[in-house]
């Protein structure tokens, strides 16, 4: 038994404008009443955002693509808009012509817990017309009442292709214009932080997870965007440890999470887990230069051979390390092994 988001794709959604495709955007619009199948998006902030990983129907790989909630109509005095969509890039609809109006399409989601937080996949499936189990699923739409062809059903779909065991480990696909558009989004979200103060006080939870980037990024999203921004070598070290699909890698966070540490991808770093843990202890801190630098009191350990060597930073700028998150991290986090060597929440 699994829950199902269940649409019938019209010409408007896919661009067709007068009969004719190419007129305009490819997205899936979700009804409201179908909005929670996806994650929670705000209606106090503006056209807010979610990066959600999908796996297309034709490939085994974990592409990123854009869940907004575009409501202006409840933000700005002239504002119209009041509407859920789910935009179409071309990893997962190639050529601009993978779906066509009339197509139905399934999305499957699966979840598991991870930290604390329930981190979601959706698996996407399409069906058309005339094809096997259309008319099932074609059914279920036309009596679920939802207008605009949408439906939410629980239940055992056996034709369905089993879901793979090893999802976290397929290839992750961030498209260019979903990486522009995050770009956007993490300096809009760098400029209200600094707007607000280094150490901001809010009033709410919502607010926090707005500061945190954490509406646009989960943990997950935050790892697969770190390491594939570094490519899946360490920043330090520039090795990894690869055995199938496993390696050594994880995505460090800069300014700590317990500090309101940011979930965008600059203010991670791909590092080796020797290097997180001296990354998260205070041994080994990151100039503004990108250069590694140990602390005086531990550079008579095999960490001196790092000390002064310049990071592997990316190239582009969306993945390069955030300044003010590297000054937090020397500031608040740099010889934090001399007293308790635990991050602890600011006071």
């Given amino acids: 038994m699994g829950k199902y988001y269940i649409k019938k794709l019209a010409t408007q959604e896919l661009g067709y404008r007068n009969g004719v495709p190419g ?22 902030q503006l056209n807010d955002t979610v990066l959600i990983p999908v796996i297309p129907p034709f490939a085994n790989t974990k592409v990123y693509t854009s869940f ?10 002239d504002g119209s808009r009041d509407e859920y969509r789910l935009y179409l890039n071309k990893a997962i609809d190639p050529e601009r012509k993978f779906y066509l109006p009339g197509d139905i399409i399934v999305f499957q989601k699966t979840e ?9 996949n959706y698996f996407l499936y399409r069906f058309e017309a005339g ?3 259309y008319e099932i699923l074609n059914e279920l739409v036309e009596a679920s009442g939802i207008k605009g062809g949408h439906a939410i059903v629980e ?3 056996d034709f369905l292709p089993e879901i793979p065991a090893d999802i976290d480990t397929v290839e992750v696909i961030i498209p260019e214009e979903v990486k522009k558009e995050a770009a956007q989004k993490q300096q809009q979200i760098i400029h209200e932080e600094a707007e607000a103060g280094k150490e ?15 509406h646009l990024f989960n943990s997950v999203s935050f790892r697969d965007f770190v390491l594939l921004g570094y490519g899946y070598k360490c920043a330090i070290t520039e090795k990894v440890i690869v055995w199938n699909q496993l390696n050594n890698l994880e995505a460090a966070h800069i300014k700590p999470k317990a500090h309101t540490g940011s979930f965008l991808p600059c203010n991670g770093i791909a590092l080796s887990r020797d290097m997180h843990w001296a990354f998260d202890k205070g041994f080994i801190t990151v100039s503004d230069d ?17 000390d002064g060597k310049p990071l592997v930073v990316p190239a582009d700028p969306f ?3 955030d300044k003010n998150y590297l000054k937090h991290h020397r500031e608040n986090v740099f010889g934090l092994f001399r007293h308790s060597g635990v991050i602890r929440n600011l006071s």
């Avoid at 007129?23 to 106090?44: E, M, N, W």
């Avoid at 907004?68 to 005095?77: F, G, S």
């Avoid at 598991?112 to 979601?120: D, Q, V």
């Avoid at 939870?205 to 945190?212: A, F, G, V, W």
């Fill in 23 to 44: 007129g305009g955007g490819r997205y899936i619009y979700v009804s409201k009443k179908c909005a929670d199948f996806f994650p929670h998006l705000s209606v106090t």
């Fill in 112 to 120: 598991r817990e991870e930290k604390g937080e329930m981190i979601p």
């Fill in 290 to 306: 990108y250069k590694v630098v140990v602390h005086d009191e531990v550079k008579n350990t095999m960490l001196k051979e790092y």
């Fill in 131 to 133: 094809s096997a189990h």
């Fill in 319 to 321: 993945f390069k390390p």
């Fill in 200 to 214: 901001a006080v809010v009033s709410t939870t919502e607010e926090l997870e707005q500061i945190r980037g954490a």
């Fill in 155 to 157: 239940a055992s779909f």
């Fill in 68 to 77: 907004v909630y575009h409501n202006d109509k409840h933000i700005l005095p």
